[in-house]
C-alpha cells in the first residue's frame, strides 16, 4: 500500500527562524515521485517541487530546500529565515505506480509570527 | 503560466439539488482531476481523466459523477447533493507522457460547496 505521513500538524515559529517540515511516504514502487505543495490562505495549492525515486540530490531554490533519504523514505522540507508570508498549508505527496494519480498527506499547517 | 480556472469560488445549494461543478484548463493537458478537501483528511482523489469521456474512479467516487466531452473542461456533478459533501472542492490538470513518468499537478482555487 502507499501512503504519505505529515505527523506534524501544525507548527508555528517566529520570523526568521528555520523550520523544517516532514514528510516520510511508504510504497513498494522502485520508481515514483515526490512533490511538494503549499496551500496559502487564498486556497490555491502552488506546486513547489518534484523529485524523482533516482534523484537523491538535496535541492536548494531560495529559501527553500529539500532533504530526499530513502534509506528513511523520507522528503523533508526546510525553510531558511522563515517570513510571515510563508504562513500556508504544506502537502507533500507521492505518485502512484504508472498512473497519473497522487497520493497526499494530511498537510502541515505553518503558522509564522512576526 | 498554467492556469486553472473552477467556475465558483463559492456555492451554496440545498439537500437533493443536482450541483454542476466545471473547471477549465487552458494548457492543453490531458489529465485532470477532481479532489475534495476536508479537515484533518488532506485531498481525496474523487474521479480523475486522462482523455475526453474517458474516467476513472478515484477514491471516493460514490455520490459523484464527472463529464469531460472537451480536452479542457472536466465537470464534476452531485447528482442529488447532500450536507456530507459539504467540502472544499479542488480540480487540477497535468501532462500525460506515460513510461512511468509523473508530472506535477495544477490546480484550480478551489470551490467551497456548502449543502444546506
Known amino acids: 500500500a502507499q501512503k504519505v505521513t505529515q505527523a506534524q500538524t501544525e507548527i508555528s515559529v517566529v520570523e526568521k527562524e528555520d523550520v523544517t517540515l516532514d514528510c516520510v511516504y511508504e510504497?513498494?514502487?522502485?520508481?515514483?515521485?515526490l512533490f511538494w505543495y503549499k496551500q496559502p490562505p487564498s486556497g490555491e495549492l502552488v506546486f513547489l517541487i518534484r523529485?524523482?525515486?533516482?534523484?537523491?540530490q538535496n535541492e536548494i531554490s531560495g529559501r527553500y530546500s529539500w532533504n530526499f533519504q530513502k534509506s528513511t523514505s523520507s522528503f523533508n522540507f526546510t525553510i531558511t529565515a522563515s517570513q510571515v508570508v510563508d504562513s500556508a498549508v504544506y502537502f507533500c505527496?507521492?505518485?502512484?505506480?504508472?498512473?497519473?494519480?497522487?497520493?497526499f498527506g494530511t498537510g502541515t499547517r505553518l503558522q509564522v509570527f512576526p | 503560466d498554467v492556469k486553472v480556472t473552477q467556475s465558483s469560488r463559492y456555492l451554496v445549494k440545498r439537500t437533493g439539488e443536482k450541483v454542476f461543478l466545471e473547471c477549465v484548463q487552458d494548457m492543453d493537458h490531458e489529465n485532470m482531476f477532481w479532489y475534495r478537501q476536508d479537515p484533518g483528511l488532506g485531498l481525496r482523489l474523487i474521479y480523475f481523466s486522462y482523455d475526453v469521456k474517458m474516467k476513472e474512479k478515484g477514491d471516493i467516487p460514490e455520490g459523484y459523477s464527472v463529464s469531460r466531452e472537451k480536452k479542457e473542461r472536466f465537470s464534476l456533478i452531485l447528482e442529488s447533493a447532500s450536507t456530507n459533501q459539504t467540502s472544499m472542492y479542488l480540480c487540477?490538470?497535468?501532462?500525460?507522457?506515460?513510461?512511468?513518468?509523473?508530472?506535477?499537478?495544477?490546480f484550480g482555487p478551489g470551490t467551497r460547496l456548502t449543502v444546506t
Open positions: 505527496a507521492l505518485s502512484v505506480y504508472n498512473t497519473d494519480k497522487l497520493i
Open positions: 523529485r524523482n525515486s533516482f534523484d537523491e
Open positions: 487540477a490538470s497535468s501532462l500525460l507522457l506515460g513510461q512511468g513518468t509523473t508530472y506535477e499537478q495544477y
Open positions: 510504497t513498494r514502487d522502485t520508481t515514483y515521485y
